[in-house]
């Protein structure tokens, strides 16, 4: 069975410029989440779908992040536009189950973003 | 505030030389306590679930425990391919009974041959 798999693995970009990330969950999890890591700092949750719906998205640092999720599959994250500070490693990750039971996250390998 | 702190931030042993990493949490409606191990330039893999005071769980030369504040991962007789950072994350009642996760900043482990 395949993994959480992530596009692209490493971006480097300029200020100012446009990054989408691409996301693709185990399939059959209709838990989708997507979370940063900021060097030195820990892993941070960003925002959740369940199938194509934004659950939760408490964690987006500010407008210039939209993601999306549809038909319920991939997902996408852009920056637009990219500042340094959102320079990172973005994570995604995949569950099986919903809402008030036991769940298990499942990693893709993460997409590095750079912002010069 | 909901909060994961992982001591210590890095952990060096030689090969065989068992240790322990420790996760403390305060959460407020812990649904499970996760381990996760991670390599350089790949993302988090799953090890462990805990969900309850007490709990044990092992794999290999690893075994996690759970109390009501804390969890360890315990390491006996680690190899050098043990080496890696390991993540602890608690799982919490999110918005709409939806489960969160925070993560702590990890341990990186270093074994040396």
């Known amino acids: 069975e395949a993994g959480v798999t992530q596009f692209p693995s490493h971006s480097v970009i300029e200020k100012g410029q446009t990054v989408t990330l691409r996301c693709d969950p185990i399939?059959?999890?209709?838990?989708l989440y997507w979370y940063r890591r900021v060097m030195g700092k820990e892993i941070k949750f960003l925002l959740h779908?369940?199938?194509?719906?934004?659950?939760?998205e408490s964690g987006m640092p500010n407008n210039r992040f939209l993601a999306e999720r549809t038909g319920g599959t991939y997902s996408t994250l852009k920056v637009q536009p990219a500042e340094l500070e959102d320079s990172g490693v973005y994570f995604c990750?995949?569950?099986?189950?919903?809402?008030?039971?036991?769940?298990?996250?499942?990693f893709g390998p993460g997409t590095r973003l750079t912002v010069l | 505030e909901d909060q994961v702190t992982q001591s210590p931030e890095a952990l060096r042993l030689q090969e065989g030389e068992s240790s322990s990493l420790n996760c403390s949490y305060t959460?407020?409606?812990?649904?499970?306590l996760f381990w996760y191990r991670q390599d350089p330039g790949k993302g988090p893999e799953f090890l462990f679930t805990?969900?309850?005071a007490g709990e044990e769980k092992e794999k290999e030369r690893l075994k996690a425990t759970l109390t009501k504040k804390e969890s360890f991962l315990h390491i006996t007789a680690p190899k050098p391919e043990d080496s890696a950072t390991y993540l602890c994350?608690?799982?919490?009642?999110?918005?709409?009974?939806?489960?969160?996760?925070?993560f702590g900043s990890g341990t990186k482990l270093n074994v040396k041959p």
């Open positions: 959460v407020s409606g812990l649904r499970g």
């Open positions: 779908f369940v199938k194509e719906s934004k659950q939760d």
């Open positions: 399939s059959g999890h209709d838990n």
């Open positions: 990750a995949s569950s099986l189950r919903t809402s008030g039971s036991r769940d298990t996250q499942y």
């Open positions: 994350a608690v799982q919490a009642v999110g918005l709409d009974n939806f489960n969160k996760f925070y």
């Open positions: 805990l969900y309850s």
